[in-house]
């Protein structure tokens, strides 16, 4: 798989796991008491299983520039 190919792939990745984050913050979920710890939970699975695929090198690029 060629460069542009894998980020393409980790870019609909990341906006496939982003989906329930984005979710929670247009519901409101994390405006309620707790909910700030509650971001920082997600946005740490959010993470983790968006690493822990190996996808090597792009990975890192990818997710700097989606970072949130």
Known sequence: MNESAAKRKCE???RT?????NSAL????????GGYQEYLDDKKK???????????????????????
């Open 46 to 68: 959010f993470r983790k299983a968006y690493l822990g695929d190996g996808k090597g090198y792009v990975v890192s690029d990818t997710l700097n520039v989606f970072a949130f």
């Open 26 to 33: 247009q519901d409101g979920r994390y405006l309620k008491p």
């Open 12 to 14: 609909l990745e990341l």
């Open 17 to 21: 796991l982003y989906t329930p984050v």
